[in-house]
């Protein structure tokens, strides 16, 4: 049985910041900098749900959260559900929410960053390749 957690994410950078000296990435940067700091709790994320997977076998679902990576700290703050887009249990969820909360982007940006993060969690195999038509 393969366990699959998909990550999508989106972050748009909201801020204004005086002077010329300042580390301020691009929004492909910041994306990405930001996965490398969330893939760092994949282990626990994957625990979450494996631990909810022994009492349900065909569990799956999706956790969206929405979080603030804070200017100047890089702190990953204001980790919260989004209610429209996660139809994981509870158990899951919080445990998601609290597995990225106090993160901390190295080096932090001058900018503040607002994210929609999605795992997708399910317990299905992979769809096996189609064979290939005979030539």
């Known amino acids: ?17 005086t002077g010329c000296q300042f580390y301020a990435r691009s929004p492909e940067d910041y994306r990405d900098a930001t996965q490398k700091v969330l893939d760092t709790k994949a282990g626990d994320i994957k ?7 022994k009492g349900n076998q065909g ?3 999706r956790v969206a959260v ?3 990576v804070e200017a100047e700290t890089g702190t990953i703050k204001d980790v919260k559900l ?10 899951v969820s919080g445990c998601v ?5 106090g993160l ?3 080096p932090p ?3 503040d960053g607002i994210a929609t993060w999605t795992y997708d969690f399910s317990s299905k195999p992979a769809p096996a390749p189609a064979p290939a038509p005979p030539s």
């Open 47 to 53: 625990a979450c749900y494996d631990t909810a997977l």
């Open 82 to 91: 989004d209610p429209a887009g996660t139809t994981a249990p509870a158990d």
């Open 66 to 68: 929405q979080f603030t």
């Open 104 to 106: 901390k982007l190295d």
């Open 59 to 61: 569990l799956q679902g």
């Open 1 to 17: 049985m393969a366990n699959t957690i998909s990550k999508f994410g989106l972050v748009a950078l909201l801020a204004s910041v």
């Open 109 to 111: 940006d001058k900018r």
């Open 97 to 101: 929410t609290n597995a990225l909360t």
